[in-house]
């Protein structure tokens, strides 16, 4: 955890103190997460990402992508309620701020790969059992999350920018003693950002 941390403080510093002549774009971004958990044996979920990113181009072959989102993960399951066997799907609100290194293969063309901070701000489940809705909060969320994230970007014309990544769950998203001593994220993401010249 110090380590992501550190990489993370690191990331700002070095966006403020590049030179004059790197490049700057900033932007909103929008995607669909297909997110599971690592001791689920139930299915994935499909839900939404929203954020704002800023990138500092140093040369043609690198740059750095900062990046704040919230982000709805969860997944779907199924789970002995009372003797009955209810399909319950999980919902789980991440702030999430990655710090990725954008390797430009070829002139629009990246491969990005770095650490994220995840802050866990809520989690919920929802079923229905004996025909009525059950909405639980879920407890034991741990606030911070550390992932790994690896994927590739597309510079479509000269504003749009399209990615798919996915984001590995390094560390445990609940307490052990809630859903097991492994309960990892797993998530897809696909989006489109708006890029501005800064």
Do not use: C
Request: proline share 2%; net charge positive; charged share 20%.
């Amino acid at each position: 955890m110090k380590k992501l941390l550190l990489a993370f403080i690191a990331g700002i510093a070095l966006l403020g103190s590049v030179k004059a002549q790197t490049e700057y774009t900033i932007g909103p971004k929008v995607g669909l997460n297909v997110s599971n958990i690592s001791h689920s044996h139930g299915n994935s979920k499909a839900s939404v990402n929203v954020g704002v990113f800023g990138e500092a181009r140093f040369t043609d072959l690198i740059g750095l992508q900062l990046e704040v989102l919230y982000s709805r993960q969860g997944w779907r399951d199924k789970v002995d309620i009372d003797g009955i066997r209810e399909k319950v799907n999980y919902r789980v609100n991440y702030l999430n701020i990655p710090v990725l290194a954008r390797i430009y293969v070829l002139e629009r063309l990246s491969v990005d790969l770095g650490p994220q901070l995840g802050i866990g701000l809520n989690a919920k489940s929802k079923y229905k059992h004996s025909g009525t809705t059950v909405k639980e909060k879920l407890h034991d969320l741990n606030t911070i999350e550390a992932s790994f994230v690896f994927g590739v970007s597309y510079d479509l014309f000269d504003h749009l920018l399209i990615s798919a990544r996915y984001n590995l769950g390094l560390s445990n998203a609940f307490d052990k003693d809630t859903f097991g001593k492994s309960n990892k994220n797993g998530v897809f993401q696909f989006s489109v950002g708006y890029k501005f010249n800064w």
